[in-house]
């Protein structure tokens, strides 16, 4: 959904062919090492915008190679990009992978919740450091986009690693703790009323 | 060879029914050039561990080596004159001397060393220049900003060339902009011109321009991460440059 949306916002900007958009894209999130996108993924989705109508073709660039077909957004495209600035954009954190691991080894006979932690850990910090060295290639002065985007990272990273720290020490008392069982539902037909 | 080692180090505070386990037995080896954070809970042992390394402490039982060589059984004038030299400290709370300069205080330790001071206020400029401070060198410490005298504090620790340097909870009393230009210039530091930095840190932003964390809980290691390659690339640089030189 943000793919298609940002493709429609980078035609509103201004009419591009498909790969002028990939490289528009890759180059707005600071590179491929942040989001990765394939031509093809740029072109189905120009397909499917065309389909419902959200963009039409607007001439074709020649320049000695093939045609390239350049894309403009319609009234339609610009209708729905007002709508996406309009929500909010919600992350569902609750739907947390390492959440899964960690109750399943609390309960999995040769679970060791500790260790799964410091691997957590150690993971985390491998991606802060990493995000760290990179922002530190960012300059200030010309790339604010990037380092607005890293520091985003960073901060959720640390987030990350402050709640981590918490379930270390609260996992003894979450040990005793067993991981909720699901509510009972009863089998088979309602019991009829007595007084019928 | 390691410029750090600790064999089963051990230091207990306090005797008895009231006795304190700070460290307890702790094994760890560091190879030059490495960016080391140490992390873990408050009380887990992290500043008495740099307190050992640095001969600031003794141990109750076990040993630091450095360059090989154990701490354990040098006598107090030496064990002074391998501080002096061989290894350099930065504090939170910068610990400069009010009424001198960026200069005489990045300059004192090369002074009390012998050294005349005509030539220690030149190697210390050359420091300060290093650390950016090249126009605030005749400026005293109420004249400078919290990131700028830990950058002073910086400076008189390598004033002297120590091989290691060791830093506790060096931003903790920077604000995050600061905290953050003292980290990056601490990876400098091991990076570029080769110093071993062991750093006390509770702030994973922080530690993480460090090419390695220890977590310590309860005194003891329970973790030990690598972060990234470039440390060990940089300790074969150094070994290399070593092997040329001898």
């Not at chain 1, 403009?72 to 899964?100: H, K, Y």
């Not at chain 2, 600031?56 to 060589?69: A, E, H, I, K």
Request: aromatic residues 6%.
């Amino acid at each position: 959904m943000s793919v298609r949306n940002a493709i429609l916002g980078l035609l509103a900007h201004r009419p591009r062919h498909g790969y002028e958009l990939h490289d528009a894209f890759e180059a707005m999130v600071g590179g491929e090492q942040n989001w990765d996108i394939k031509p093809a993924q740029v072109y189905s989705t120009l397909n499917r915008l065309e389909q419902s109508g959200l963009v039409v073709e607007d001439g074709v660039a020649q320049d000695g190679g093939p045609e390239k077909r350049i894309y403009m957004v319609t009234d339609a495209g610009l209708a729905e990009l007002r709508q996406w600035f309009n929500e909010p954009s919600l992350s569902d954190r609750r739907r947390d992978e390492f959440f899964l691991k960690l109750m399943l080894s609390l309960v999995v006979a040769d679970g060791d919740p500790r260790r799964l932690i410091y691997t957590q850990r150690a993971g985390l910090y491998r991606e802060l450091h990493a995000l760290t060295a990179q922002r530190s290639q960012v300059n200030p002065a010309s790339q604010l986009a990037y380092i607005l985007l890293l520091d985003q990272a960073i901060m959720h990273l640390e987030a990350d690693l402050r709640w981590l720290e918490m379930v270390e020490a609260r996992l003894d008392e979450i040990s005793r703790q067993p991981i909720p069982e699901p509510a009972e539902r009863p089998r088979g037909r309602p019991p009829m009323d007595g007084n019928r | 060879m390691s410029i750090v080692k600790t064999e089963q180090l051990t230091k207990v505070y306090g005797q008895g029914a009231t006795a304190v386990t700070a460290l307890n037995r702790i094994n760890m080896t560091i190879q030059p050039g490495e960016f080391v954070a140490v992390m873990g809970p408050s009380g887990c042992g992290k500043s008495t561990l740099l307190h050992l390394v640095g001969g600031l402490d003794q141990p109750t039982s076990g040993q630091v080596l450095l360059d090989d060589r154990s701490l354990s059984g040098l006598k107090d004038d030496d064990l002074t004159t391998l501080r002096r030299r061989q290894i350099g400290f930065v504090f939170q709370f910068f610990n400069l001397i009010p009424v001198l300069t960026a200069v005489e205080n990045t300059a004192l330790p090369l002074i009390l060393d012998g050294m005349k001071q005509a030539d220690a206020h030149n190697q210390a400029e050359v420091w300060l220049t290093r650390m950016g401070l090249g126009d605030r060198l005749s400026h005293r410490p109420d004249e400078l900003s919290g990131g700028q005298q830990q950058r002073v504090a910086i400076a008189r620790a390598l004033v002297a060339e120590p091989t290691l340097l060791l830093a506790d909870e060096p931003t903790g009393n920077l604000d995050s902009r600061a905290a953050d230009e003292i980290a990056a210039l601490l990876r400098q530091i091991s990076h570029e011109w080769h110093r071993t930095v062991l750093m006390v840190t509770h702030d994973p932003r922080i530690a993480a321009h460090a090419n390695r964390i220890v977590f310590l809980k309860d005194g003891t290691i329970v973790d030990d991460t690598r972060l990234s390659d470039d440390g060990q690339y940089e300790e074969r640089v150094v070994r290399e440059k070593m092997a040329v030189m001898a």
